[in-house]
């Protein structure tokens, strides 16, 4: 048997949120029926402050519909254009929230800029789990290996399944390119080294991104591509473009960057694990919008 096959090939599925733009996945072992969810979406209106479950509802009804077993509800960083349904699927499906160990340098900027209450704790408590950089972990007989790279965010993994790798922002689909680099702690420079790392594994290692935004030249979303194609065709950062070259190019795009939408919200829930601020006396939970802070 090679080394390929004794990894094993997960049975990936999609489920896209095109009001955020944001791919999830369920990555499945086809023995056992054991699997693990990486990157879900609550729904959030932020004219009316109110969230709904109807994008975690199709991954809920989808695992139970195939007689799945939850095992993980993966994180690949504290995103800030979604809000996490990891607490609702873990409620309705169980499964550990995981999260990589750099998420406590997130929250602790995060916390200050938020002016968090006083027992938030950066430490990474709220999740379940704090993956360790190369961490193996398993879904059912798949083994899971954990890869930090940060550059997006400093908390950013990629988590190697079998013979596919979700890599959250780290790259886009090869004809998007790349992720800002403008976030607090992202940094291009280090953001190159990361995909250099991604571009060490097998050129046909199945590769998932975590958004697609759509080209001028191509209308339908996309979400799987190979470490191959990026190394390839990847429209910042193919093989041979320098650390220097690409934060050239990173850097003069985010600084005419718009921040996402639900920045705020998403953050402050995210870097709670997916549960919002504690309620205040009233019984509601409020997020905060910082003035001329950001």
């Known amino acids: 048997m090679t080394e390929r096959a004794a990894m094993g090939r997960p049975e990936v599925t999609g489920f896209f ?25 609550l729904d959030y209106d932020p004219k009316s402050g109110r969230t709904s479950t109807a994008s ?66 950066p430490d990474g408590s709220q999740f379940d789990h704090l993956f360790q950089d190369g961490e193996t972990f398993a879904i059912g007989k798949l083994e899971g290996r954990v890869l930090f790279t940060p550059g997006h965010t400093p908390d950013s993994v990629s988590y190697l399944i079998g013979d596919a790798v979700f890599v959250g922002d780290t790259v886009f689909m090869p004809d998007y390119g790349t992720a800002r680099c403008d976030f607090p702690g992202g940094d291009a420079r280090i953001l190159h080294d990361s995909v250099q790392r991604l571009y060490a594994l097998p050129e046909d290692t199945r ?12 209308a339908d979303y996309a979400w799987e591509t190979t470490v191959g194609e990026q190394k390839r065709a990847n429209l910042h950062i193919r093989s041979g473009v320098t650390a220097a070259e690409f934060a050239a190019l990173r850097e003069g795009r985010d600084a005419h960057l718009d921040h996402p939408v639900l920045f705020h919200p998403s953050v402050q829930v995210n870097m709670r ?4 601020p504690p309620a205040e006396a009233n019984g509601i939970s409020y997020l905060k919008i910082p003035v001329d802070a950001v």
């Not at 733009?21 to 056992?32: C, E, L, M």
């Not at 590769?207 to 191509?218: A, K, M, N, Q, S």
């Open 17 to 41: 949120d095109e009001t955020t733009w944001t791919a999830a996945f369920v990555v499945a072992d086809p023995q056992t029926r054991h699997c693990a969810i990486v990157d879900s979406v």
């Open 56 to 121: 975690a509802d199709r991954i809920r009804d989808f695992v139970r519909d195939r007689g799945l077993t939850v095992d993980w509800n993966l994180e690949t960083h504290v995103h800030a254009d979604h809000l996490t349904a990891a607490p609702y699927l873990k409620s309705a499906l169980n499964g550990k929230i995981a999260i990589g160990a750099g998420v406590t340098m997130v929250q602790a900027t995060l916390a200050k800029l938020y002016n968090a209450e006083a027992d938030f704790r």
């Open 207 to 218: 590769l998932f991104v975590g958004h697609d935004y759509g080209t001028e030249t191509r």
């Open 273 to 276: 694990a997916g549960r919002l």
